[in-house]
């Protein structure tokens, strides 16, 4: 069974820097594609960065391209976003997901329980 | 970016009855391999999404067989042919074949 908690979330004042991890387990997680998703209070998804099943290729939203990092420890089985220069409107729960990826497209999201950054002075 | 549209943004359905919820994207979804690359998710009240459908018409793992998806290119369709109590929730279509990933608006559903 696909399992994915984060943790890391908090309250940081803007401009400050803040690291979620993603713990994966029930799934060879060497083997997926990761992302990371989030949605604001009383918003919707949005989508902020992927990362290939071996690290070789990134990808980021524009809204935070520049500030935040993702990364991944297949060793340990874990999924990193660093952020950096947050900034309020970053504020959200941010949940990691395993994507599929056929060397087409993305699909087939299975999603953590989020966790909460609150970015507030 | 792809541009999702869904609508209606809210749906108040009566147990036992059907729903449909549509999803528009602002470019093709559909691919030359004939994969549409487009999920429905649900997401209930204080949790985190959960996925329904994927590639356009394929139920997920587990998902009642209430729930159908359908549609080609930049025109979808989420069915449930009878609503049940437990299908209140926020649903979203998604597509992934071109990044960013991006989301339609969600549609709520409530019971009557």
């Known amino acids: 069974q696909v399992q994915l908690v984060e943790s890391g979330g908090g309250v940081v004042q803007p401009g400050r820097s803040l690291r979620l991890s993603c713990v994966a387990s029930g799934f060879p997680f060497s083997s997926y594609v990761m992302h990371w998703v989030r949605q604001a209070p009383g918003k919707g998804l949005e989508w902020v960065a992927l990362i290939w099943h071996d690290g070789g290729h990134k990808e980021y939203a524009d809204s935070v391209k520049g500030r935040f990092t993702i990364s991944r420890d297949n060793s340990k089985n874990t999924l990193n976003l660093e952020m950096s220069s947050l900034r309020v409107e970053d504020t959200a729960v941010y949940y990691c997901?395993?994507?599929?990826?056929?060397?087409?497209?993305?699909?087939?999201?299975?999603w953590g329980q989020g966790t909460l950054v609150a970015v507030s002075s | 970016d792809i541009v999702m549209t869904q609508s209606p943004l809210s749906l108040t359905v009566t147990p036992g009855e059907p729903a449909s919820i549509s999803c528009r994207s602002s470019q093709s979804l559909l691919h030359r391999n004939r994969q549409n690359y487009l999920d429905w998710y649900l997401q209930k009240p204080g949790q985190s999404p959960l996925l329904l459908i994927y590639?356009?018409?394929t139920r997920a793992s587990g998902v009642p067989e209430r729930f159908s998806g359908s549609g080609s290119g930049t025109d979808f369709t989420l069915k449930i042919n009878r609503v049940e109590a437990e299908d209140v929730g926020i649903y979203y279509c998604?597509?992934?074949?071109?990044?960013?990933?991006?989301f339609g608006q969600g549609t709520k559903l409530e019971i009557k």
């Open positions: 998604m597509q992934a074949l071109q990044t960013p990933a991006t």
């Open positions: 997901a395993r994507g599929n990826y056929d060397s087409v497209g993305y699909y087939h999201f299975n």
């Open positions: 590639l356009g018409s």
